[in-house]
């Protein structure tokens, strides 16, 4: 059922139906951090991985980085693509609001998307968590964008499906298979989809 403007309230998923055919959303699953009938809506997609280290990202910053040496960046949408945003769970016992917990100050600009899934864009938080990085934890570069009324009309046009945020979804260790998941998630096959072919824009079968 295609969602109205008045129904459509972030954090949500929004999975890119077949039919979208542009490649940098093309079976992408993106996470809508914000959504604002006048503002514009932006998000992140989750299960696009570039080639490129976190470590020589962070290296460039002069920030250290203690994780795993083949840990990668993200792609997280084709708006500023210079721009990184960290999006972690949180170890057990750190405060990511506007207290001042004992054993963390993991504190600078961390806000909680939904439970157990926190974002930051501040350099000292990268440092920080690149110190000691949880065990879920993506770096991702750009984000994905719409103006005021775009992103709706994409949804009324059924180029997008709605999903409950998943933080399995958005930390699952094979990005390949997180659309058709989470496709899943809402009862919906992805066997059943139209198929489409990016090269042509024609419907394959």
Do not use: C
């Amino acid at each position: 059922m295609p969602q109205t403007h008045s129904a459509l309230t972030a954090p949500v998923f929004l999975l890119a139906m077949p039919q979208v055919l542009d490649p940098f959303f093309h079976k992408s699953v993106v996470l809508l951090i914000q959504h604002d009938d006048e503002e514009g809506s932006f998000g992140f997609i989750v299960n696009r991985p570039t080639g490129i280290r976190v470590t020589e990202i962070l290296k460039g910053m002069e920030v250290g980085w203690s994780g795993r040496d083949d840990a990668l960046a993200y792609f997280g949408g084709p708006v500023q693509p210079q721009t990184g945003t960290v999006l972690f769970q949180p170890e057990p016992g750190v405060e990511t609001d506007d207290s001042e917990p004992e054993d963390s100050d993991l504190v600078e600009s961390v806000s909680e998307v939904v439970p157990g899934l926190s974002i930051t864009q501040h350099v000292g938080d990268l440092a920080q968590l690149a110190e000691t990085p949880p065990d879920r934890f993506r770096l991702f570069l750009g984000y994905a964008g719409w103006g005021a009324g775009q992103l709706v009309e994409e949804i009324l046009r059924n180029d997008w499906l709605t999903a409950p945020v998943s933080s399995d979804l958005v930390f699952a260790a094979d990005p390949e298979g997180v659309w058709a998941a989470a496709v899943r998630s809402v009862g919906v096959d992805p066997a059943v989809l139209p198929s489409w072919t990016p090269s042509s824009g024609e419907r394959a079968n």
